[in-house]
């Protein structure tokens, strides 16, 4: 059942690797692995230990290349190269439906996101979604803070230019990412899954459900003025 919506939003905010195309297409799976590579091969980790350092890392930081920088003081430039160095168009297909849809909304619309935006631009170019954005907010643009730390919001916020949380929509793959956005007064929708979530106020499998579960952003009382 589509919902009735109070609010007047203006900006939406989309997560990347897992939203805007599936997670069958194993391109975060891939990067994890070259995560891995990167630990052992250019640090001299011991194999052993990276899957959960890595983890850890994760768990306490939001990314693994926050950890790495905070304990190994790690050259984030050259960590970002090799860890997205994939072939991209061959994991990731045009979709011009999603392309057509997100041309449609009258919203300003953002990619935010953990990785940088050389990635970004190498997934939209593979997409066919290069021009559907009105901007990238990528983890340089977050000074290397990332999702879920609370800042990377307010920053996201004040790059897009918006004062009010509460008009602005953000969809993402993790709940645990949309868990803060949602505490600050985002509307939070959770991509991959059917069931509501404690940290979604609104779940579907694909952003292309959107016109159906939540139309009225489509509505003109829903245009940005």
């Known amino acids: 059942m589509p919902y009735n919506y109070p609010v007047t939003y203006s900006t939406l905010f989309f997560d990347l690797d897992d939203t805007l195309y599936p997670p069958q297409n194993g391109v975060w799976a891939a ?3 070259r995560m891995n590579l990167y630990m052992r091969d250019k640090m001299r980790l011991p194999s052993e230990q990276i899957p959960d350092l890595r983890r850890y890392y ?3 930081y939001g990314t693994t290349l926050r950890g790495l920088q905070i304990h190994y003081q790690v050259d984030p430039d050259e960590f970002l190269a090799f860890v997205h160095d994939l072939p991209i168009r061959k994991m990731v ?3 011009p439906k ?3 849809l997100i041309l449609s909304l009258p919203q300003r619309k953002y990619i935010f996101t953990n990785a940088d935006s050389a990635h970004a631009n190498r997934v939209l ?3 066919g979604m290069q021009g559907c954005f009105d901007g990238k907010i990528d983890v340089r643009a977050l000074d290397f803070h990332c999702k879920p730390e609370p800042l990377a919001y307010q920053t996201a916020l004040f790059l897009a230019g ?5 008009r602005c929509v953000y969809l993402d793959d993790s709940p645990r990412n949309l ?3 949602r505490k600050l007064g985002f509307f939070t929708i959770l991509i991959g899954d059917d069931d509501i979530h404690t940290a979604a106020d609104l779940a579907m499998r694909l952003p292309h459900d959107l016109p159906n579960l939540m139309p009225e952003l489509w509505q003109e009382n829903h245009r940005h003025p």
């Open 31 to 33: 990067i994890r692995e």
């Open 93 to 95: 297909q045009p979709d």
């Open 162 to 166: 918006e004062t009010l949380p509460q």
């Open 58 to 60: 994760y768990e306490t």
């Open 179 to 181: 868990a803060p956005a």
């Open 125 to 127: 170019d593979a997409l």
């Open 98 to 100: 999603l392309r057509d």
